[in-house]
């Protein structure tokens, strides 16, 4: 199990842009698939952008296709979240996880998150 830890979130005006980073303990990240998923006050948590262990194949929700970007850098056990053109409905909490490669689901436990503000 890697433990993970989520930066990079703050108050940002719409169309903007934010990178979100999600750090990894452990020597094990490269072998996981990882996501990125986002909470809004009063909503359930959804799911916003996944990426296989090795980077080649990356999937956004429709909502964030064509302004938001996953990526991962193994060697450094980070995975990354480029956020453009953001708009106040990508107001939310964000968090990062592992998740299954077979159906996606989120297999570890979560963390405090990072806040994304987006003010109109």
């Known amino acids: 199990q890697v433990q993970l830890v989520e930066s990079g979130g703050g108050l940002v005006q719409a169309g903007g842009s934010l990178r979100l980073s999600c750090a990894a303990s452990g020597r094990r990240f490269s072998r996981y698939y990882m996501a990125w998923f986002r909470q809004a006050p009063g909503k359930e948590r959804e799911f916003v952008a996944r990426?296989?262990?090795?980077?080649?194949?990356?999937y956004v929700a429709g909502s964030v296709k064509g302004r938001f970007t996953i990526s991962r850098d193994n060697d450094k056990n980070t995975m990354y979240l480029q956020m453009n053109s953001l708009k106040p409905e990508d107001t939310a909490v964000y968090y990062c996880n592992t998740i299954r490669d077979s159906d996606y689901t989120p297999t570890g436990s979560w963390g405090q998150g990072t806040q994304v503000t987006v003010s109109s």
């Open positions: 990426i296989s262990w090795n980077g080649y194949n990356t």
